[in-house]
């Protein structure tokens, strides 16, 4: 068969499980992100993708995962530049591969949470969204564009550019000159991701999803207050969340609403639901706080012909009646749900008829367990959720460390017992 027809071929097969259709076999939508680098020595690591002088290593690792394993879905390292990094001096994050780190090279980027937003500070940050990010939290999370924080308009004449360049002391000139050459590092780092794309695009493996957002809330508390500062602020001042929940919902309908005119063949966003697991909240506080901005995210994307890929991490078994209730407001099939942990054949019953079921193959399994645990585990989630569509076979979470037995049974049953 043709790259062209496999290509098609797998396309269809993710989107008839989203659809909640059975297709011809069980769709193997396999994300990895470490893994190619223990199965093939090509010196590729998660060092070597930050780097374009490097990045072949770990593309080559990924197209020999890519021609051996077959998957319904393209895989590519989840890096950014590194370069880039270094630039903008980022004090919240650490990578494999920066001079001087501890992370090690077969790792992934590691994230160190800060509060960059105040308390009394929520305001500003509500009224002012852009003022802020640039005037406050750039300068503490990024060291080399400290010049930001005083970089303002002041209410004047703004015919001719006089006004600008009264703006432009050194220090702003300075970091006018890092900040482009962090972009142009940063565009260099994508061409090289972007030809890796192209590569397995050609070799028949499409797409999974086109975009990536964050739940509100996340986004205050990955990004601005970190989970011990949203762990307070849901006891003293919920009803500032509130508000800032719903300036970012405004912003994040307004980012997203280029999807709806674009002439992409893939339309869907992924979600990781970084900070709603069992007992980050009481259920009232997930449900005003946390899921009910969402949704509105969620009802907006869909209203548009995109489907959210909802992403749960960590233990969500306090949640899963709760947002089952929410899915069902929304059209069938209209998002896919995956889940970290739990008895997948009760979650297959529960969201059967409302949102395509994904992951269920732990990575503990493939990392440790024998090929008899992966084999039995692959036919148990056959036999549990296969049956009528709306399921895809993935991992907990993206692949890192496996025992090549192990991912050679897990392929080699699905593509056996999962045949219809």
């Not at 739940?215 to 500062?229: A, E, K, L, M, W």
Request: hydrophobic share 35%; net charge negative.
């Amino acid at each position: 068969m043709s790259n062209e027809n496999l290509y098609k071929q797998r396309l269809q097969r993710i989107q008839d499980a989203i659809d909640l259709k059975e297709s011809d076999t069980l769709p193997l939508a396999v994300r990895v992100s470490g893994a190619p680098y223990f199965l093939y020595d090509t010196g590729g690591t998660h060092a070597t993708s930050y780097y374009p002088e490097t990045f072949e290593k770990s593309a080559e690792a990924y197209v020999k995962f890519h021609e051996e394993f077959q998957p319904d879905i393209r895989s590519v390292p989840l890096a950014q530049s590194g370069k880039a990094n270094s630039i903008s001096e980022p004090t919240m994050m650490d990578w494999p591969g920066r001079p001087g780190t501890s992370v090690p090279d077969l790792s992934t980027y590691q994230v160190m949470e800060h509060e960059y937003l105040l308390q009394e500070e929520f305001d500003e940050f509500i009224n002012d969204y852009t003022g802020f990010v640039f005037n406050k939290y750039l300068p503490r999370a990024y060291p080399a564009f400290k010049a930001f924080e005083n970089f303002n308009v002041p209410p004047s004449m703004l015919t001719g550019m006089g006004v600008f360049t009264k703006m432009a002391n050194n220090d702003v000139k300075a970091m006018m000159q890092k900040f482009i050459e962090m972009i142009d590092a940063q565009q260099e780092h994508a061409q090289v991701v972007g030809a890796l794309h192209k590569r397995l695009d050609d070799m028949g493996f499409p797409g999974f999803i086109t975009g990536t957002c964050v739940v509100p809330y996340d986004h205050i508390s990955d990004n601005f207050r970190g989970t011990i500062g949203t762990f307070q602020d849901l006891i003293g001042i919920p009803e500032k969340i509130a508000e800032a929940n719903e300036m970012i919902v405004k912003r994040q309908i307004n980012y997203l609403s280029s999807f709806e005119n674009s002439k992409m063949p893939i339309k869907r966003v992924f979600f990781p639901l970084h900070k709603g697991m069992d007992g980050f909240m009481s259920p009232t506080q997930y449900h005003e706080l946390y899921w009910e901005p969402y949704q509105k995210v969620l009802k907006y994307l869909i209203s548009i012909g995109v489907t959210p890929f909802i992403y749960t991490e960590g233990a969500y078994n306090t949640r899963i009646d709760y947002i089952r209730e929410r899915l069902m407001e929304l059209p069938k099939g209209s998002c896919f749900i995956h889940f970290e942990q739990g008895d997948f054949a009760e979650l297959k019953k529960k969201f059967s008829g409302i949102a395509c079921l994904i992951g269920g193959m732990p990575l503990y399994l493939l990392e440790y367990g024998t090929k008899e645990q992966v084999v039995d585990r692959v036919k148990y989630l056959i036999d549990n959720c296969a049956a009528g569509g709306g399921y895809m076979l993935s991992g907990s979470a993206s692949f890192e460390k496996v025992k090549r037995e192990n991912m050679e049974a897990m392929f080699d049953t699905a593509r056996t017992y999962g045949k219809k």
